[in-house]
Structures are given as structure tokens and as C-alpha cells.
């Protein structure tokens, strides 16, 4: 792909030209002429195409200069992290993180000590990767002090300067530079820069748990991660970051499912799978090295259960395993079964299309029914209430409220 102009243009940019993001722009420009640009991500993935989600801001501003020169226009300030030069100005309901362009002054492998600094060069020497260097201007000028911009265009992931210096700035930049190899490379994984991250692995025990955790979702979720995963796997980085015993077979055999199915990528599921399939110890294992919800923790503890969940299996008894676990629990169980061998991968599609479908259906019994034909209140009477929920599930949910009082009132059932 051939060198791209040296301005986007913003009719072709609708985040060049959003009016909230104009206002903050217009608001830091007003008290630095020419000392505010759009940075990161937000220019590269204009470069290629992609989605813009986030816009990020630098300036020539230190952080009291930035909120005042955005509080003098209206702009809602958040100080989100003022200490190391960011705010987040709130415009049109949307935040847009405004950061002073800075120089590290002292690094540890966690988090730096900055100062802050008007020289646009400076800042960009600190960045992590040559493609999140590129800045634009309010006009849509692009300015490329790393040579950013080709490699953006030929797919490179290459560290600023020498990756081994980039990466003990902070560690977590291993996992960025394999995060990013996997969304945005064309070329092979850089030789310099993943000799460096094998070397320093052991660094990343140095993070905290919810940054791992987050880095690693997102390289996760990547669509094609697989060739990442395998350098990672064979320089030994992902054990530094999750429980030993990787299986990466079975990754593999669940990410050509997933692209055969046409579902999207799936994070937490492609965990479980790294996890040797898993099991309740496992991601007990996980959950207590990362910054894990307990949202995630549940999903993970249901998806690697071993209860039968197989394509091919019974209607009837999917349809109860879907009342019992619900669609999410069913559909990453019979994915991971059919990604182990197990069942008949041929109707995968049919049952995952039945899951996807599927509508829980009301128990159409309550306690007050129970106490209304005389029975009592009490243990007893919860577990009379159970025990016919049992029986209308069995029977594929056809029993009826009637029927099932009649069961009720039968001898020895309450």
C-alpha cells in the first residue's frame, strides 16, 4: 500500500469534523494557537479504514493551563489522570481525553514520573509504537515525527526507538505489542521487537492484575489472533500471564469453529479454551492472579462445566440444560464440546441456531397455589415446589398448571 497524503481530509472524517470534539479542540486552540493535535489511535485507524471510537487529544497545555482554557469555554473538566497529564473534557455527553505532551523523567516497568514539555518531538519519543505517533491537526494536517504513518500503511508494528527501553518503561507494552501485532499487522511479528519481549517477559509480573487482565481481553479479541498466541506460546510469555498447562490445540480447534459458525470473537470463551478447556480449579486459578468480575468469574465457572452439554444431544434435554444454565452457558458449552471432538460437529449450526432462538419459558406454578389446595407453609412446601418444577421441566414444559396441582394433591408428594 502506497504512502497516504500528507491531510485527511475532514469530510471524509466524521470525527474530523464532530462539533463536541470541535468545541474542545477550538477551546485548548484559543489559549495555545497551533498547541492542541488529535493523536493515537484515532489517526491511525483513520489512515486505515477502520472505526474511529475514541479521540485523544495532546497539547502544548499543562493540565492547569488545559482546564482552564476548557472551563473558560463550558467544557466540563474530569481530572482522570491530572497527575500524569490527563483530563478528560466532557463534550456533548462524550468524554475526550486531553493530555499535555510530556517527557519521562523516571520509568520503573509500571508507571513513569513526566514532565511536562511543549516539544511534539518529546512526546512522540515516549509513545510505545511508530504507528500511535501520527498527529493531526484541527485542518486535518498530519504530522509524522516517527515515521508513523508507512508503517501504518504496510501493516509494521515497530517500537519507537529501542524496544528493549520502550518495554522497561512499562511492561505491559509486551502485551501491547502483541495485541497490536494481532488487530492491525500484515507483516510478520517484528524480529527486534519480540526478541526484546521474550527477553523481559518476566516483567510482567510486575503489573497489576486488572491491567493484564484488560490487555489480555483485548488481544482476545482480535479476530485472528492465532499466529500471535503461537509466538507467544513458543517464547513462553503466555504462562507469565496465565495458568501453566496452555492448551493452544484446543484455541485453535475453537477459533476455526468460531469462524466457521460466524461468531464474532469471544474473549472470555477463547480463555476458557486457552485454559486446557478448563475446569472449576482452573479458573479459580485465573481468578485469583487477574482482575476478574463476577460477572466473568460466573461465565467462566459455567462455560467449562462438564454436564452432558454436546451437539447432538437429546432436544429435550437441551431445552432443560437451557432453562437450568441459560443461552449464554449452553451455547460456550457446546462450543467448547464440539472444539474437544466431542458430539456430532455436524449439527452444531442446528444447535446453536435452537439456542439462539430459545425463549424461557414461565413455571406456571407459585407458592400460593400450593397454600390455596392445603398445603402447608414451610420447608416442605419449597421443596414440593422444586420437585414440580423438576417434573415440568422433564416433561418439555408441557405439563400444565392444572397438571401439576393434580401431581400436588397425589399421595406423598408434599
Not at 481530509?9 to 469534523?17: A, C, N, S, V, Y
Not at 514520573?113 to 498527529?135: H, Q
Not at 491537526?137 to 519507537?160: E, H, N, S, T
Request: with cysteine.
Amino acid at each position: 500500500m502506497g504512502r497516504v497524503a500528507d491531510r485527511l481530509r475532514p469530510e471524509d472524517h466524521d470525527w474530523l469534523k464532530d462539533p463536541a470534539g470541535l468545541a474542545v479542540m477550538d477551546a485548548l486552540l484559543a489559549a495555545a494557537p497551533g498547541g492542541a493535535r488529535y493523536v493515537g489511535g484515532c489517526v491511525r485507524n483513520a489512515l486505515l479504514g477502520a472505526p474511529v471510537s475514541d479521540t485523544d487529544i495532546a497539547t502544548v497545555l499543562t493540565p492547569p493551563q488545559a482546564v482552564a482554557a476548557l472551563e473558560a469555554a463550558g467544557i466540563r473538566v474530569v481530572p482522570t489522570g491530572i497527575d500524569h497529564g490527563t483530563v478528560t473534557a466532557v463534550s456533548g455527553k462524550r468524554g475526550f481525553e486531553v493530555t499535555s505532551l510530556r517527557k519521562d523523567v523516571a520509568t520503573d516497568g509500571r508507571r513513569a514520573v513526566v514532565a511536562f514539555s511543549t516539544s511534539w518531538d518529546d512526546d512522540a519519543a515516549r509513545r510505545d509504537f511508530r504507528l500511535n505517533a501520527i498527529y493531526v491537526d484541527r485542518d486535518g494536517q498530519l504530522f509524522d515525527p516517527v515515521g508513523g504513518i508507512d508503517d501504518a500503511m504496510a501493516g509494521r508494528i515497530r517500537f519507537i526507538g529501542e524496544p528493549s527501553e520502550r518495554i522497561t518503561e512499562d511492561y505491559l507494552r509486551i502485551l501491547r505489542f502483541y495485541r497490536f501485532h494481532a488487530w492491525y499487522a500484515r507483516t510478520p511479528l517484528d524480529p527486534e521487537g519480540h526478541a526484546a519481549c521474550l527477553a523481559l517477559k518476566a516483567g510482567l509480573g510486575q503489573l497489576s492484575a486488572e491491567r493484564v487482565w484488560l490487555e489480555l481481553k483485548k488481544l482476545l479479541a482480535a479476530p485472528d489472533p492465532k499466529v500471535v498466541l503461537e509466538a507467544m506460546q513458543e517464547g513462553n510469555v503466555l504462562n507469565e500471564v496465565l495458568p501453566e498447562r496452555i492448551d493452544l490445540k484446543l484455541f485453535l480447534s475453537l477459533h476455526s469453529l468460531q469462524a466457521q459458525e460466524f461468531c464474532p470473537p469471544d474473549p472470555l470463551l477463547r480463555v476458557a479454551a486457552l485454559l486446557a478447556g478448563g475446569d472449576a480449579m482452573r479458573v479459580d486459578a485465573l481468578c485469583g492472579t487477574m482482575k476478574v468480575s463476577n460477572a466473568e468469574r460466573t461465565r467462566l465457572h459455567a462455560a467449562v462445566r462438564r454436564v452432558g452439554v454436546h451437539p447432538g444431544m437429546d432436544r429435550v434435554a437441551l431445552r432443560a440444560a437451557l432453562y437450568e444454565q441459560g443461552r449464554q452457558a449452553v451455547e460456550d458449552q457446546l462450543l467448547l464440546a464440539a472444539a474437544r471432538g466431542e458430539g456430532r460437529r455436524d449439527v452444531l449450526s442446528r444447535d446453536l441456531d435452537a439456542v439462539s432462538r430459545w425463549q424461557r419459558p414461565a413455571f406456571p406454578l407459585k407458592a400460593a397455589d400450593l397454600l390455596a389446595i392445603g398445603l402447608e407453609r414451610g420447608p416442605a412446601l419449597g421443596r414440593t415446589l422444586k420437585a414440580l418444577e423438576a417434573r415440568w421441566v422433564e416433561s418439555d414444559f408441557i405439563l400444565s398448571r392444572a397438571d401439576l396441582l393434580a401431581i400436588a394433591q397425589q399421595p406423598g408428594e408434599s
